[in-house]
């Protein structure tokens, strides 16, 4: 099945240091979908991406979806101490009804 | 409502207990989801519901037995757990599956003692 490389596993950042994660896959992905786990709580959905070259911005937030539909970044600029957590992506298939998530990315930042 | 309820929060059980998680969404939405989570470690996907019926078992042990009574519950029936079944249980729905945003539930915190 799909599977996506998550890096990097741990991030530090200073507040307002800027925050990036990726997902890597060998194969074609047909959507890409990107969570946040705060410590002690659950996934949160955040967005979908479906479109080869897609960027989607939330306030701080940037999601792109690389042109092979291989690869996704998640981009927060100018981090705030309620960025921290746990942001996974994910891939699902509507044909067999699964998603599947990365390794996730941890985010700590030092106020 | 946008939400998905799970109960109980925190369930601490025996090997020879039998116990059931429960999971209530009443969004509309036709796609319900069973995941594992422990420390550290993504969600697993344990069992796919669709319109009701079980469409995926990710060879889940059959101490866990997974039961949807209509389009808004969806339980999971625990008995003869091992300690190494312990971890955050995680409920979620979906319009459709696979694609969409999932919405997950707060999840309950399972011991096996």
């Known amino acids: 099945g799909q599977q996506v490389m998550q890096i990097p596993q741990y991030q530090h950042v200073q507040e307002g240091e800027d925050f990036t994660t990726y997902c890597n896959s060998s194969?074609?992905?047909?959507?890409i979908q990107w969570y946040k786990q705060r410590p002690g709580g659950h996934p949160v959905f955040l967005i979908q991406?479906?479109?080869?070259?897609e960027v989607k911005k939330q306030k701080r937030l940037t999601f792109q979806f690389g042109e092979a539909k291989k690869n996704s970044s998640l981009h927060i600029t100018a981090t705030q101490t309620t960025d921290v957590g746990t942001y996974f992506c994910?891939?699902?298939?509507?044909?067999?009804?699964?998603?599947?998530f990365g390794q996730g990315t941890t985010l700590q930042v030092k106020p | 409502d946008t939400e998905v309820t799970q109960t109980p929060k925190h369930l601490v059980m025996g090997m020879t207990n039998k116990k059931s998680l429960k999971c209530e969404q009443h969004?509309?939405?036709?796609?319900m989801y069973w995941y594992k989570q422990k420390a550290k470690k993504p969600p697993e996907l344990m069992f796919v519901?669709?319109?009701?019926?079980?469409?995926i078992n990710e060879s889940v042990p059959s101490r866990f037995s997974p039961e949807c009574p209509n389009s808004s519950l969806l339980n999971l029936h625990l008995h003869a757990l091992q300690p190494e079944d312990s971890a955050l249980y995680l409920c979620?729905?979906?319009?459709?599956?696979?694609?969409?945003?999932?919405?997950f539930g707060s999840g309950t915190r399972l011991t096996v003692v």
């Open positions: 979620a729905s979906s319009h459709g599956q696979g694609t969409y945003g999932y919405t």
């Open positions: 194969t074609t992905l047909s959507n």
């Open positions: 991406l479906v479109k080869s070259g």
């Open positions: 994910a891939v699902g298939s509507s044909n067999t009804g699964k998603l599947i």
């Open positions: 969004m509309g939405h036709r796609a």
């Open positions: 519901y669709s319109y009701e019926k079980l469409s």
